[in-house]
């Protein structure tokens, strides 16, 4: 068997537009292409970043359908081992075909206003999975050196 646990950011039957303040997450066990489980869970707010991350750990998540999410944040979930599918938007069932069948990428569950680039991918969507970017910009902590 190929469990995948899967949870998706959800706002009246969308992906919600940013992770870093979702209320709620779909969370769908598939095998293949088979729904096995599928319900939806609060997420913690008053707890912090690292609460919100620590709760899709908790439910051994792989893999996370939102859209926006925040530099530091994205990091977490991804040091942790959840491969991170951001900058998405649409019908959550829509979303969830196209994640499952290999056509989450194309345009129509691309988020508004995230411009297309040249390699396709608008608002940096996948990088953060393949350590891209490493080393540039101003970093997240205190004492962290520019290089």
Do not use: Q, Y
Not at 57 to 80: F, K, Q, T, W, Y
Not at 130 to 145: L, Q, T
């Amino acid at each position: 068997m190929n469990k995948v646990r899967i949870a998706l950011t959800v706002w009246n039957g969308r992906i919600a537009p940013v992770f870093d303040v979702a209320g709620t997450v779909r969370l769908v066990e598939v095998d293949g292409e088979i729904v096995i489980d599928d319900r939806l869970v609060s997420l913690p707010h008053s707890t912090g970043m690292m609460r919100r991350v620590a709760a899709l750990v908790e439910e051994n998540i792989d893999a996370l359908v939102c859209g926006a999410v925040s530099r530091p944040v994205h990091r977490m979930l991804v040091d942790s081992g959840i491969k991170v599918h951001s900058f998405v938007s649409g019908e959550e069932d829509e979303v969830l075909k196209a994640l499952l069948t290999g056509g989450l990428e194309e345009n129509p569950f691309i988020m508004p206003g995230c411009g297309m680039g040249r390699n396709g991918r608008g608002c940096g969507r996948g990088a953060g999975n393949r350590g891209k970017g490493r080393n540039r910009g101003r970093g997240f902590g205190p004492g962290r050196k520019e290089v």
